[in-house]
């Protein structure tokens, strides 16, 4: 027969008034813990609001969303939900006991909770040794500014030498091409050499573009890779001369668009001589060349620039009784020409231009040759009067913050950028204790957003931590419950970190995104077990008194098993809906899903380890808090966290 305690019952057995009384202060018992836990969630969030650039434009849209539906949410549980129970909560009330979802896991989480009840210190010595042993993977784990994306696509940056011809430049092109098209993988490819017709493209002649567009990866061959095929590639189109670059379309433009690094990682020299910046920009890359994961290195070409001098000879002029103005005239009009007339077609103006053919203005000895009519000695020679020479100067002048800078360029494949870059700038800063004076360098490129984020971070969580930890007091008005609480966020971390070792991901913005929403989740957990906890002490004392004359610590355990395992029902229901949400996303398979599951990773297995933290750990850690402060004071103290 089962116990009268645990029969299926109805509402009509109480009167109206006392099942009001019941929903309030039902609502009541958790209603406060409810709250502050939706607050804390949404304040853990905030330091993703403070990033800028681009990850701020990325994560920015999931944080105000989760803000609003959060706050939603509290509104419909501590507002709506007790008047909808007012309405519908009638009929046959079904005990806890008798529910066999609830009976499944209490069964399977009773032996460990009775274990570590059991053996409290050795619970606590093994939890220490397991958060020991993540310290060493963290500090293992290699870091970048992003996960990279995966964008189905390929963008191949061939730099020739400055003096390129737009016939070499072009047969570079169509070599290159044609090998990669050759690629069972690649579906097309389209390349361009020189600037688009755009203000905003000032690329050389010398620079090459070509955009391979990828098949399907069912397509592939088999045990091909991105890495492999980029590896087979590069091989193949090797060009005496040719300084090879490999990226992806879109994460190029962003980089060149934020820190007009056209690589993942770029030093800029800074300099107040151009042969100064690239000699020394010659030193780095001798240097840092070697360093293991460090591939297409380059150094920008700062010198090499041919151009066609011309060096008026005044004296010639004046004995040919010329002046040097017509002399001017005459080379703009044949070198670059002279607009004679305008013409109109439609809506549309054209300018009328003439110059000499291109066959004369290609060949030096043909623009020597130009004639120049004079007065007294007839027709003359361009070279008579114009000494003519091909001269090297610099192909193009970057300048930055007023200073003119040169850089060293190189990607990161086979190896996170934080261990790439951390290496080679000991090596820099090995070979270079002292700069010239006057000379600087700056390491840019997605380094640099890096560098950012987590300059941010760090300054903001720990601003987000005091404001969090204000509000758990608040909530519990004792610090003792708040340290006990925010004891299982280190918890919930060491699941997040051996997540990232075992699936090997290294640390980034977006993992740090998902260690953020963790730390809510934690907290949230945490406060609902110790509010089941005190509210089953608070009935043991209601029950029994609170002297140790009338309760002992066998009553103080048994009372924090009941607290902690048998509401074990909402507090699954409260992780695993966020684990059932976020499962698409961690067998995601198509675009994106390189950016979202590494925040989802430590997110869902922090919250494995912070769930069996609540219900296994938190009840040894508050039976030794509560029976501590029991033989100490000789009285047992609850807390409420009621409105």
Do not use: C
Not at 168 to 196: H, M, T, W
Not at 404 to 433: C, H, I, P, W, Y
Request: proline share 5%; net charge positive; aromatic share 8%.
């Amino acid at each position: 027969m089962a116990n009268p305690k645990h029969r299926i019952g109805h509402t009509k057995e109480l009167k109206e008034q006392d099942r009001i009384d019941i929903i309030e202060k039902s609502s009541r018992t958790i209603g406060r813990a409810v709250f502050s836990s939706i607050l804390v969630t949404l304040i853990s969030f905030s330091p993703i609001l403070f990033l800028t650039g681009q990850e701020k434009k990325l994560f920015s849209p999931l944080v105000l969303t989760k803000t609003f539906t959060m706050g939603g949410s509290a509104v419909v549980t501590l507002l709506i939900i007790p008047m909808l129970l007012r309405i519908f909560l009638k009929g046959r009330l079904i005990p806890e006991s008798r529910n066999p979802v609830s009976n499944f896991f209490i069964h399977l989480a009773s032996p460990a909770v009775h274990l570590g009840l059991k053996w409290k210190k050795t619970t606590l010595a093994l939890v220490l040794l397991t958060l020991l042993g993540s310290i060493p993977i963290l500090i293992n784990t290699g870091s970048e500014f992003m996960p990279p994306l995966d964008e189905g696509s390929l963008l191949l940056m061939p730099v020739a030498l400055p003096d390129v011809s737009n016939s070499e430049a072009k047969r570079i092109v169509q070599v290159q091409d044609r090998i990669i098209k050759s690629f069972p993988e690649v579906e097309n490819i389209l390349g361009k050499a020189g600037r688009a017709s755009t203000a905003t493209d000032n690329s050389p002649i010398s620079m090459i573009e070509s955009i391979i567009i990828l098949k399907p990866r069912d397509q592939w061959r088999e045990g091909m890779t991105k890495e492999k095929l980029i590896q087979e590639m590069n091989n193949k189109i090797r060009i005496p001369g040719v300084s090879v670059g490999w990226t992806q379309p879109i994460i190029n433009r962003i980089n060149m668009l934020s820190t007009g690094i056209r690589t993942d990682v770029g030093i800029k020299v800074y300099g107040q001589r151009l042969d100064s910046i690239y000699a020394l920009s010659l030193q780095i890359e001798k240097v840092i060349k070697g360093v293991e994961g460090l591939q297409d290195l380059y150094v920008e070409q700062l010198m090499g620039g041919k151009y066609l001098e011309l060096a008026m000879k005044r004296k010639e002029i004046a004995r040919y009784g010329l002046d040097e103005e017509d002399v001017g005239m005459i080379i703009e009009t044949a070198l670059g020409g002279a607009n004679l007339t305008s013409t109109v077609e439609g809506r549309r103006r054209f300018n009328v231009n003439l110059r000499l053919g291109q066959d004369y203005r290609n060949d030096i000895a043909e623009i020597k040759r130009i004639p120049i009519l004079t007065e007294q000695y007839g027709t003359i020679p361009l070279s008579s009067v114009v000494d003519i020479r091909v001269t090297e100067g610099p192909p193009m002048i970057n300048s930055e913050n007023a200073l003119l800078r040169g850089t060293v360029l190189f990607n990161v494949r086979g190896r996170d950028m934080g261990s790439v870059v951390k290496e080679a700038k000991l090596r820099v800063e090995e070979q270079f204790k002292r700069l010239p004076q006057g000379y600087f360098i700056q390491w840019s490129g997605q380094y640099e957003n890096q560098v950012r984020a987590q300059q941010r971070l760090t300054f903001i969580i720990p601003i987000v931590l005091l404001i969090i930890t204000l509000v758990l007091y608040l909530t519990f008005k004792s610090l003792r419950e708040v340290l006990i609480v925010l004891s299982s966020v280190p918890i919930a971390l060491m699941g997040g970190v051996y997540s990232l070792h075992f699936f090997q991901v290294n640390f980034s913005v977006a993992v740090a995104v998902g260690f953020i929403a963790l730390f809510g989740v934690a907290v949230e957990t945490g406060v609902l077990i110790l509010v089941y906890m005190n509210q089953s002490l608070g009935n043991l004392v209601r029950q029994k008194g609170q002297r140790q004359e009338t309760i002992s610590e066998t009553d103080i355990e048994n009372a924090i098993f009941a607290g902690a395992v048998l509401r074990i029902r909402p507090v699954l229901m409260t992780v695993v809906v966020d684990m059932i949400g976020l499962f698409p996303v961690l067998i995601s398979t198509g675009v994106g899903s390189d950016i979202m599951k590494p925040i989802t990773y430590p997110y869902v297995f922090g919250l494995v380890t912070a769930t069996i933290y609540a219900l296994i750990i938190l009840p040894v850690v508050f039976s030794l808090v509560k029976i501590w402060e029991f033989r100490r004071q000789g009285r047992l103290s609850f807390l409420t966290v009621e409105n």
